[in-house]
């Protein structure tokens, strides 16, 4: 069964680094979102992007943050100046169409962790 | 979207049913219902759909009565291993964007 998968599984950063994850979608999707989770919360929307276009932002989602498709099959979130408290879990999903039936698609995560 | 009501956690013991009821005064008439399950530090993982009646997969079985103000989700005998997060959603997505709005979602805890 095709499935989102996502690298690293883990990421240690110091503060102020630049971090970038990454997201392998399913093949025939069209539509890519971030969520994240932080720790005893609930997950949380950042961004979703379709047609090499971010369609959504949450409030989260500042100028630090961006997302990438630089090919094909690859999906990336950038952070540029990480900060403590964006440490979390970081998931990315993908859909396959628009139609209100149309379920998304969970990666494994990647726990990234600012000191 | 739909404001989705479900207990904040219950209790099981293994080889039981489980049903987790989801309150949705509000869902509109193209909303579909949605359950994940979530795992400590995993992504949330589909378990099954519904938009009307009854819907019935390997995992779990979704009831919705006809008036779908609200949904239950059926865990036939449950294990250890379906400790877990369980989150409904309705109306899946918000516009054409399709971002997902979680709440906490019911836990879980399966004992021996």
């Known amino acids: 069964e095709p499935e989102v998968t996502q690298t690293p599984s883990h990421q240690v950063t110091q503060m102020g680094q630049e971090v970038i994850l990454r997201c392998v979608p399913i093949s025939n999707h069209l539509y890519f979102y971030w969520y994240r989770q932080i720790l005893g919360q609930k997950v949380e929307f950042l961004v979703s992007f379709y047609n090499n276009e971010i369609s959504e932002k949450s409030e989260i989602f500042d100028d630090q943050f961006s997302v990438e498709r630089p090919d094909g099959s690859n999906f990336t979130l950038k952070i540029r100046s990480t900060k403590l408290e964006d440490s979390a879990m970081y998931f990315c999903?993908?859909?396959?169409?628009?139609?209100?039936?149309?379920?998304?698609?969970f990666g494994p995560g990647t726990r990234l962790t600012v000191l | 979207l739909a404001k989705t009501t479900q207990p904040i956690s219950m209790d099981s013991y293994e080889g039981q049913e489980v049903n987790i009821t989801c309150s949705h005064n509000?869902?509109?008439?193209?909303?579909?219902i949605t359950w994940y399950q979530q795992f400590p530090s995993q992504g949330p993982r589909f378990i099954i759909q519904g938009y009307k009646t009854k819907v019935t997969n390997e995992v779990a079985s979704l009831f919705i009565p006809a008036d779908r103000k609200s949904s239950t989700l059926s865990l036939p005998r449950v294990s250890l291993s379906d400790t877990a997060v369980y989150y409904c959603?309705?109306?899946?997505?918000?516009?054409?964007?399709?971002?997902?709005?979680f709440g906490q979602g019911t836990t879980l805890q399966v004992k021996p």
């Open positions: 999903a993908s859909r396959k169409s628009d139609w209100a039936g149309d379920t998304q698609y």
């Open positions: 959603l309705v109306g899946l997505y918000s516009g054409n964007t399709g971002k997902l709005i």
């Open positions: 509000n869902i509109a008439t193209n909303d579909y």
